[in-house]
């Protein structure tokens, strides 16, 4: 297989950041979206697709329709009410999200329009109660630098999030209601050509841009950044959605327009096998497998699934033909198959394996009188959706023949590859919002704005070393952390030294993800009960580490729960100065030995048997007292 050099390719890369909003409200009612696991409302909705204004189905929506899911919705009404539900026509724009929207692209050097329509986006995923998004935009155009080269913003959009997904499964998807309308700014940038390795720096320097305005969240699932991705002569742009860490960001570029030049190249090899797709049969070979010992086709018939075969004239070896590695064509199709719940499918070129045998392959190709040449899929599918998963399948094979790289929104996976999550909407997907009215930017308000644009990345840095007493570093890690606007907090209700806190936030959390544990468990509330904890002396500075690790490892929920099984609860001074005597006893011969040079070997003995029930400086000071006490 060939070196895979991206340098080769003429990649365009395009970023979306999409960052939520302070605003403490929703954009078009008042409700607070507060985190809750109590959803005392529920209801149902089942979302079809609907023509456009000019009378076209946007494609996306037609092919989520396909699915036929139903959707729950699980509300609390201490974040939520009718509008959310959809029983309620939307209230007012939120005035605090429009003006932070227009500082942030008078920050960007975007040209702001002095009318700003709101928009309707098709979305029938579920994810919005109303079938739709509701997005406006307010200025296009602009730049940010970073290191010297400019990079072009495309558009600034105001919209409503989404509602947060809690699971899916078989036919039923289900969403919470606590995010859906929290405003966010959706930021497009102009397609650019770099390294890629300064393709973070670029998202990186963006974000810090938002934050320094401090009117934008920080924390887990406050800011998502999306990547559009093509190559030349691809003649297809691919959104790649979900990118959750900056790190990610270089694997997915690469992957991406590797997947997108390899299709190309089997794009060649199906046009040279001749094949089309009205030569293309399918055939329910649900009889010839009632005894095959694969386990897979076993369990499929258990659940009354048929079993499917589809012919492909002359296109042996080419569904798993790998121009570059992890590039197939199978692939490809068990993706596209994956959207529908079903597992995957079965290519000929991989078989026999799985359990299929070679008489099972033998009385396939029988049955569809096929030569040694041709193709095969075998597919395992509930009797509603054969039909249609079989024509997606035909159809996406007779794509990448004519037309190449499938016009496709796609998924970011943790290991830094894609996967198919829909097709690319169109622009049947957009039509105006009759429910809120258009909104007039005067220039008296554009001329106020200018006054708000905020320092710039070095003046803010500055700020945070000079009021918290931080080193350049420090500061830096905790204006780029998750963890912003939570080190304030804390340093705000309690006394303890915001270098301490600022390590915990940005250090311990940090090595503890590395070591594979999950700071989503972490909870803001939890974390500041912990430092009020340790500035009355309840825990000592050296339990931080224990408790964080208890709540990130999932044993323990609450910190209440991590301190107790731990079992770090604060000894007393008074049984402090006990054990150690203890120790102190017990290992006599070493202080008669080595005299006050002992508290090195002893330190770390009291430490070993008192870690995270007394400081160290506590240990430290009655441990040299007992030494000097047991040598007179």
Request: charge should be positive; proline fraction near 8%; hydrophobic fraction near 35%.
């Given at each position: 297989m060939e070196k895979f050099s991206i340098d080769k390719l003429g990649v365009l890369i395009g970023l979306e950041i999409h960052q939520q909003l302070a605003t403490n409200k929703k954009l078009f009612c008042n409700c607070t979206p507060i985190e809750s696991d109590e959803y005392p409302i529920k209801f149902h909705r089942k979302l079809r697709a609907s023509k456009s204004e000019l009378g076209e189905f946007d494609p996306a929506a037609k092919f989520e329709n396909t699915k036929s899911k139903t959707i729950m919705y699980y509300a609390n009404p201490q974040s939520s009410c009718m509008v959310e539900q959809d029983e309620e026509p939307p209230h007012e724009l939120d005035k605090d999200a429009l003006e932070t929207a227009l500082i942030i692209a008078s920050t960007l050097n975007s040209r702001i329009f002095s009318e700003v329509y709101p928009m309707r986006k098709t979305v029938i995923d579920g994810s919005n109660t109303t079938g739709f998004q509701r997005t406006m935009l307010i200025s296009d155009g602009g730049f940010f630098e970073v290191k010297g080269k400019r990079i072009g913003i495309q558009s600034i959009c105001l919209e409503e999030d989404a509602a947060k997904i809690l699971g899916e499964k078989d036919s039923v998807k289900?969403?919470?209601?606590?995010?859906?309308?929290?405003?966010?700014?959706?930021?497009?940038?102009?397609?650019?050509?770099?390294?890629?390795?300064?393709?973070?720096?670029?998202?990186?320097?963006?974000?810090?841009?938002?934050?320094?305005?401090?009117?934008?969240?920080?924390?887990?699932?406050?800011?998502?950044?999306?990547?559009?991705?093509?190559?030349?002569?691809?003649?297809?742009?691919?959104?790649?959605?979900?990118?959750q860490q900056l790190d990610q960001l270089e694997k997915v570029v690469e992957y991406e327009a590797k997947r997108q030049h390899g299709l190309l190249e089997i794009s060649e090899k199906i046009k040279n096998s001749n094949w089309d797709q009205n030569t293309s049969k399918k055939e329910d070979i649900t009889h010839l497998f009632s005894k095959c010992n694969s386990k897979i086709i076993q369990n499929a018939l258990k659940k009354e699934n048929e079993i499917y075969a589809i012919s492909f004239q002359n296109m042996s070896n080419i569904f798993g033909y790998s121009p570059h590695e992890d590039i197939r064509l199978g692939k490809e199709i068990a993706e596209l198959v994956r959207f529908f719940g079903i597992g995957g499918v079965f290519h000929s070129d991989e078989l026999p394996n799985y359990g299929i045998e070679e008489q099972d392959v033998k009385k396939v190709r029988e049955e569809l009188a096929l030569s040694n040449n041709d193709a095969f899929l075998i597919l395992a599918s509930p009797k509603d959706k054969t039909q249609i998963v079989i024509e997606q399948i035909i159809s996406r094979v007779d794509h990448i023949k004519e037309k190449g790289i499938p016009r496709d929104?796609?998924?970011?996976?943790?290991?830094?590859?894609?996967?198919?999550?829909?097709?690319?909407?169109?622009?049947?997907?957009?039509?105006?919002?009759?429910?809120?009215?258009?909104?007039?930017?005067?220039?008296?308000?554009?001329?106020?704005?200018?006054?708000?644009?905020?320092?710039?990345?070095d003046e803010s840095i500055l700020d945070l070393q000079k009021k918290y007493n931080l080193n350049n570093q420090l500061s830096v890690q905790i204006f780029d952390s998750e963890y912003g606007d939570l080190f304030e907090k804390i340093v705000e209700n309690t006394k303890v030294n915001p270098t301490f806190v600022a390590s915990v936030l940005c250090s311990s959390i940090t090595s503890l993800e590395r070591k594979g544990l999950d700071s989503k468990l972490l909870k803001n509330e939890e974390i500041l009960k912990m430092f009020e904890m340790l500035e009355s002396e309840k825990i000592a500075k050296e339990s931080i580490e224990i408790i964080l690790e208890e709540i990130m490892s999932g044993k323990s929920h609450t910190l209440a729960d991590a301190i107790k099984n731990s079992g770090i609860e604060t000894t007393s001074i008074a049984d402090v100065e006990r054990i150690i005597e203890t120790i102190v006893e017990k290992n006599q011969h070493i202080v008669n030995k080595q005299k006050e040079r002992a508290i090195g070997p002893l330190m770390g003995i009291a430490m070993k048997e008192l870690r995270g029930k007394a400081s160290g400086e506590s240990i430290n000071k009655i441990l040299l007292q007992a030494i000097k006490k047991k040598m007179q």
């Open positions: 289900k969403y919470s209601l606590e995010r859906l309308g929290v405003p966010l700014v959706e930021i497009a940038t102009e397609p650019f050509q770099v390294d890629l390795s300064q393709v973070k720096e670029i998202a990186l320097s963006l974000g810090r841009i938002l934050r320094s305005t401090r009117k934008v969240k920080r924390g887990l699932g406050s800011i998502r950044q999306d990547v559009n991705i093509s190559i030349e002569g691809g003649k297809v742009v691919i959104e790649v959605k979900g990118v929104t796609r998924l970011a996976t943790p290991d830094g590859k894609t996967k198919f999550l829909r097709p690319r909407p169109g622009s049947a997907r957009m039509y105006p919002e009759t429910d809120v009215p258009p909104i007039i930017i005067s220039n008296k308000e554009l001329e106020e704005l200018r006054g708000k644009i905020p320092k710039s990345l």
